[in-house]
């Protein structure tokens, strides 16, 4: 996927007004555009948020080179002769930065003196329209010997920059010839109109200058930025198997993905390549998802810490990242335990889990309970279906059991005590309790709320319920012996 960066002895090539020339680059120290290892990004670099990212040597005129020449044709280099040559390389740039000095690809070209070195100046420039430099920023001399090698020097000060601007190489000398490294861009593969060749009192563009090519010299900036890596997660409730997504906010993004200063940026511009400027680690084992925004959904319950990696910088890595906790909420599972040892009250345990709310149905036709752990007195022996529904977050579900009441007499007691009439009625209802006992009366609507109540007055009460819409309500008869619950119909 990426070429690797051989330089020891590579033919080159000198351009423009000069002559051919069979040189060899050595003693060079670049070091490999390797990428970065996530798995030891995970296991063993500690990120924090807000980053500050570089100085880093952004080589991208080098960097597209080796991967982006289809035909591997490698660098060249052009000779400067004599005072005021010098080459200029562009960058983009449309958020601030800073700029704290510049590197070079090149060397003294002169055979006869090998021990020369010459004092060399870099420029820190702005630029027009079409890249070409037009005032000077800031600028260092650095020394240069006769090896063909990576020269950097720093300025007195960084300089904020926040537009597009050039660095450059001159040679100030009359006597001396400075070499400067190119690579082998061409107006049809990789050039991007980013050089400009000044010679004495001419200017070329290098894609005017030689046709066809579009070559471009290895000068880079030192650049430093601040990156916070950020991101939103869509609205809860998360629930097992439902996809959740994940919005990257990471800022400066003119900068994290600007490719001159992107090594993955770079890759994924010039040879589409899945690698990418951001990936996702879950935080439930599931497999690195390559990506600027992500979706995913998680097997089970829990609270989970998806870590976004922000990935950056050119030659020199850097890594930030962002993580926040998710809480996946568990699926509601419905279940009840029921003791009938003081029947015809059974007690109900709820053992349901992940539930935020109940409701009981008696199966006796009495008002649902929305009580989590209810008891319950039956009004006849018989068997019933007792039906749990418990919802939560993310779901709604259901237990049932059936509940069997036989005590001796109950039935007999029920019937012969207590009696409504008429029923159905038009809105007057006349209750009687054959007993003694204190007694409460109340009615119920379909959804449970009560309605009417009243107590009993010498063993009956009138119940008025014509100001209540016709349907069919839940009577209650409270005593000390027992609970009965009846029907009863009103008409309109």
């Known amino acids: 996927m990426k070429k690797q960066l051989l330089l020891v002895s590579l033919g080159l090539m000198s351009f423009g007004m000069n002559a051919q020339s069979n040189l060899t680059i050595e003693n060079n120290t670049i070091k490999p555009f390797n990428g970065f290892n996530t798995n030891i990004i995970k296991k063993n670099v500690t990120t924090n948020r807000n980053a500050t990212c570089g100085p880093d040597t952004a080589l991208y005129s080098l960097a597209k080179e080796l991967n982006a020449d289809p035909t591997g044709n490698g660098l060249g280099l052009d000779i400067m002769i004599g005072p005021n040559r010098s080459w200029s390389q562009a960058y983009t740039l449309s958020t601030p930065a800073t700029i704290s000095g510049i590197t070079f690809y090149g060397g003294v070209y002169d055979r006869a003196n090998p021990a020369q070195t010459i004092n060399a100046k870099v420029y820190l420039y702005t630029v027009d329209a079409t890249f070409r430099p037009i005032a000077k920023i800031d600028s260092a001399i650095i020394q240069v010997t006769t090896a063909i090698d990576l020269y950097s020097v720093n300025f007195t000060n960084p300089v904020a920059i ?278 409460i009366v109340e009615v119920y609507n379909v959804i449970g709320e009560v309605v009417f109540s009243t107590q009993l007055a010498n063993n009956t009460a009138l119940v008025d319920l014509s100001n209540y819409s016709a349907g069919v309500y839940s009577m209650k008869v409270i005593s000390e012996n027992a609970t009965i619950v009846k029907q009863i119909v009103l008409t309109k």
């Open 162 to 439: 926040s537009s597009n601007y050039a660095v450059a190489v001159q040679n100030p000398v009359a006597t001396d010839t400075l070499a400067v490294v190119l690579n082998n861009a061409t107006t049809a593969t990789y050039g991007e109109t980013l050089g400009w060749r000044r010679f004495g009192s001419g200017v070329w563009n290098t894609a005017v200058a030689y046709a066809t090519q579009d070559l471009e010299a290895i000068i880079a900036p030192h650049i430093q930025f601040n990156v916070a890596t950020d991101y939103t997660v869509a609205s809860t409730p998360s629930c097992i198997g439902t996809t959740i997504n994940f919005t990257n906010t990471t800022t400066p993004t003119a900068l994290v993905e600007n490719r001159m200063y992107s090594y993955y940026s770079l890759l994924a511009h010039f040879n589409s390549v899945p690698d990418s400027t951001y990936f996702w680690d879950m935080d439930d084992a599931s497999a690195i998802i390559f990506s600027k925004n992500a979706s995913h959904s998680y097997a089970t319950s829990g609270t989970f810490n998806p870590t976004l990696y922000t990935l950056t910088g050119l030659y020199t890595s850097c890594v930030d990242t962002k993580a926040s906790a998710v809480v996946i909420d568990p699926n509601a599972v419905a279940s009840y335990t029921a003791d009938a040892t003081n029947a015809p009250t059974v007690a109900f345990t709820n053992t349901s889990t992940g539930g935020t709310s109940y409701s009981w149905d008696f199966g006796d036709g009495s008002p649902a309970d929305l009580t989590q752990n209810p008891s319950h007195t039956y009004s006849a022996n018989g068997t019933y279906t007792v039906v749990l529904t418990v919802t939560g977050p993310c779901n709604t579900v259901t237990s049932s059991q059936t509940v069997t009441i036989s005590v001796t007499g109950i039935d007999t007691y029920s019937q012969e005590s207590f009696s409504v009439y008429p029923n159905p009625s038009n809105g007057l209802f006349t209750v009687n309790m054959n007993t003694a006992a204190k007694t």
